[in-house]
């Protein structure tokens, strides 16, 4: 009975410290060690609707992703890797058609088109759109909630290139 006990103890004290040494953590991901420097450029607002804020708020959230989430050094021009694009859409269109054909939700919707240049691996290279949305209440004004809705927006899409770009999704 005292083995079982013992035998049981060891099995639990080994599939925690198992647990405990797997690490979960994206950060550095799968970039090649020779990669240094990233340069992320500006992305235009290129679509038919083009809100003041957006090609700002979207860059800059994606700088701070790769500035505090791999070891590279951001530059202006240059880089090791190179992010550009732009932004191609960007709409609201109403969803979720109630029975009195009103509807309860509208979708924002942005789209950005993003264009990856690995100097050091040609390999990697790729040019894709992304596109991500939130819905808000239709009884909402969307300039009540767009500021919000952007920054969401564009914490997705970012976190969809990161992806593609450090873990190789």
């Given at each position: 009975?005292?083995?079982g006990q013992?035998?049981a103890?060891?099995?639990f004290?080994?599939s ?14 799968t970039?090649?060690?020779?990669i240094?420097t ?5 992305f ?7 809100q003041?804020?957006?090609s700002q708020?979207?860059t800059?959230?994606?700088r701070?992703r790769f500035?505090s989430?791999?070891?590279l050094?951001v ?5 090791d ?14 969803v ?5 054909e ?10 950005v088109n ?6 050091i691996?040609?390999?990697q290279n790729?040019e ?9 209440e239709?009884?909402?004004n969307?300039?009540?909630v767009?500021?919000t809705?952007?920054q969401?927006?564009c ?5 969809d ?5 450090v873990v190789?999704?």
């Amino acid at each position: 009975m005292k083995i079982g006990q013992i035998f049981a103890v060891i099995i639990f004290y080994t599939s925690f410290t198992a647990c405990r040494v797997v690490d979960y953590s994206f950060v550095g991901g799968t970039l090649d060690p020779k990669i240094q420097t990233v340069t992320i450029n500006y992305f235009p607002n290129n679509a038919e609707i083009v809100q003041p804020t957006l090609s700002q708020t979207f860059t800059e959230t994606l700088r701070n992703r790769f500035a505090s989430q791999t070891r590279l050094n951001v530059v202006d021009k240059n880089g090791d890797i190179i992010i550009e694009g732009t932004i191609t859409n960007y709409n609201t269109q109403p969803v979720a058609i109630q029975g009195n054909e009103t509807a309860a939700l509208n979708r924002l919707t942005i789209t950005v088109n993003v264009k990856f240049t690995n100097n050091i691996n040609n390999f990697q290279n790729f040019e894709s759109s992304f596109s991500r949305y939130e819905d808000y209440e239709s009884s909402l004004n969307l300039s009540s909630v767009e500021n919000t809705l952007i920054q969401q927006i564009c914490e997705s899409l970012v976190e969809d290139i990161f992806n593609r770009i450090v873990v190789n999704w």
